[in-house]
C-alpha cells in the first residue's frame, strides 16, 4: 500500500463552485472530500458513516 501527501490548500484552489464535494483520497471504503461551503446548509446524517468536518477558514456553527 503506497501513501502519498494531500496539500488541502492546493486542492481547494483547483475549484471556485460552492456544495459540490470532490473527492481528494480513499481509505478502505471511506472517501475523503473537499467541499467549499458558503450560507446556510440544510443538515442530513448518514446513519451508517462517520463524519469529520476540518475549517481551513471562518468558521462553522453545527446545531
Do not use: C
Request: proline share 2%; glycine share 4%; net charge negative.
Amino acid at each position: 500500500m503506497s501513501h502519498s501527501v494531500i496539500n488541502i490548500n492546493e486542492k481547494i484552489a483547483l475549484f471556485d463552485d460552492h456544495w459540490a464535494p470532490k473527492i481528494i483520497a480513499q481509505m478502505n471504503d471511506y472517501h475523503l472530500k473537499l467541499v467549499k461551503a458558503q450560507g446556510d446548509f440544510v443538515w442530513h446524517s448518514h446513519a451508517d458513516t462517520d463524519e469529520v468536518f476540518i475549517v481551513l477558514e471562518g468558521e462553522l456553527r453545527i446545531d
